[in-house]
């Protein structure tokens, strides 16, 4: 399955974050998720074999990494208050609206 | 653009009646629509999924979803509810691929299931 790390996070404003997930085995896309307390996720991007496939509305200083080995990153600079979140990763196997994504469990940041 | 209107942020039912999520969905092309759902401290599962084929989807635990194009709904339904079933819903309508890939989530429906 999906695996994030870490499980939660606490960062204090204007620092750097960096969260990890593992794709299912397989799977060539990874997509990003924002969910805030009480709300749906948002999409933030999406990366398909290493490249950007597609952005919500999120600022550049979100930004994201894939790698060959089926492991993703996104890192956020100068956090702020509002990026206090549930973060998700998903995994998938081509990158299509209708293809199937596999969540993971989340990673809980807490920025203060 | 696109966008998800889930029409109850809680739905209560008891043990063993009939539930319904309300799902609506504006789309500015042909839509694929999922439904996940969202244990407490638990990552997504899929439900179902409507990918242009049969227009009822049948997914697991029971649950179905009809998708109308008319009335542009894609509303979820169970027979009979469970325990189990309390939880956060989510319906979900993603569009393209490429750069052009969007997936928009509603902003969801707790569930509450009465013994």
């Known amino acids: 399955g999906v695996t994030q790390s870490p499980t939660h996070l606490i960062k204090t404003r204007g620092q750097q974050v960096t969260l990890r997930c593992s794709s299912q085995?397989?799977?060539?896309?990874v997509s990003w998720y924002q969910q805030a307390l009480g709300q749906g996720p948002q999409f933030i991007f999406q990366?398909?074999?290493?490249?950007?496939?597609g952005r919500g509305n999120f600022p550049p200083r979100f930004s994201g990494l894939q790698f060959p080995n089926d492991s993703s990153e996104l890192n956020v600079n100068a956090l702020e208050l509002d990026d206090s979140a549930l973060y998700l990763c998903?995994?998938?196997?081509?990158?299509?609206?209708?293809?199937?994504?596999?969540f993971g469990p989340g990673t809980r940041l807490l920025v203060l | 653009a696109q966008s998800v209107t889930q029409l109850d942020s809680h739905v209560s039912v008891s043990e063993g009646t009939p539930v319904l999520l309300r799902c609506n969905y504006s789309?500015?092309?042909?839509?694929?629509l999922f439904w996940y759902v969202q244990h407490p401290n638990k990552g997504l599962q899929l439900l179902l999924k409507?990918?242009?084929?049969?227009?009822l989807v049948k997914g697991i635990n029971g649950f179905e979803a009809e998708f109308k194009k008319s009335e542009t709904s894609f509303h979820l339904t169970k027979p009979s509810a469970h325990m189990s079933d309390a939880a956060e819903y989510f319906c979900v309508v993603s569009t393209g691929g490429g750069s052009n890939y969007k997936l928009t989530f509603g902003k969801g429906t707790l569930l509450t299931v009465n013994p």
């Open positions: 085995s397989g799977h060539n896309t």
């Open positions: 789309s500015s092309y042909s839509p694929s």
């Open positions: 990366y398909y074999r290493e490249e950007e496939n």
């Open positions: 409507y990918t242009s084929a049969a227009t």
């Open positions: 998903a995994s998938s196997s081509i990158g299509q609206a209708q293809e199937t994504q596999y």
